[in-house]
């Protein structure tokens, strides 16, 4: 049973290019959130995805960030116009269920190094 | 808003001795988990061991157990009989019912043969 996939694993953009991140869940999850780690740093929620909807885009910068979790398919952290200010590595996470009823564990992805240059 | 904060940046621990890591909380929640993730260098995130809130008993996973002192807001990582394998960095973080967890800025953990 894959674990949640993440690509790629290293990606190197200029300056105003765009970075698209994948992120597909284990088998039978659902549920997906972004966090990024800047350098030197613990993680930081960016936001929360059921299939086809954004439950919750309270960490997301409000320009140039957009996510999607499309109902077949990786879900998609997408970044226009990149500044070296994003470069970090980008994790995604999976869950089976709603985990509000904290019941089903988080299992993370190896993460996404995104390098502006 | 929730906050956690790691007041260690670095720890060291000779092989086999005990070491304990820090972490406190800020909530206004009632009911929440608590976490200990373990990062080595390849970057993947591990879960160490969690606690519920409303659960006085303090977790335990092998070598891992919390110091979980609910009014203090406090949720330490004792690690025993340190192995060269548990070198990460290690961090708390906290779940309340928004489904979104909370990161502490991490503890680089040394562990000296």
């Known amino acids: 049973n894959a674990g949640v996939m993440q690509n790629p694993r290293h990606l190197v953009r200029r300056r105003g290019q765009e970075a698209r991140l994948r992120c597909s869940p284990m088998?039978?999850?659902?549920?997906v959130y972004w966090y990024r780690q800047l350098p030197e740093e613990g993680l930081k929620f960016m936001v929360y995805l059921q299939k086809e909807n954004i439950i919750d885009e309270s960490g997301m910068p409000k320009e140039r960030f957009s996510a999607e979790f499309p109902k077949e398919g990786p879900s998609i952290l997408r970044i226009q116009q990149v500044v070296r200010g994003d470069s970090a590595a980008y994790f995604c996470a999976s869950s089976r269920e709603d985990r509000a009823r904290h019941n089903s564990p988080l299992h993370f992805g190896n993460g996404t190094r995104l390098t502006v240059t | 808003a929730q906050t956690v904060t790691q007041s260690q940046p670095e720890m060291s621990v000779q092989e086999a001795e005990t070491v304990t890591l820090s972490c406190t909380y800020d909530t206004s929640e009632s009911d929440y988990y608590l976490f200990w993730y373990k990062q080595p260098p390849s970057r993947q995130m591990i879960l160490v061991i969690r606690q519920e809130a409303y659960k006085q008993q303090n977790a335990t996973e092998n070598r891992f157990s919390v110091n979980f002192q609910k009014a203090a807001k406090s949720f330490s990582l004792k690690i025993s009989d340190s192995q060269l394998g548990d070198a990460a960095m290690y961090f708390c973080a906290q779940e309340t019912s928004g489904s979104r967890l909370t990161f502490g800025e991490g503890t680089q953990l040394t562990v000296n043969p």
């Open positions: 088998k039978g999850h659902s549920h």
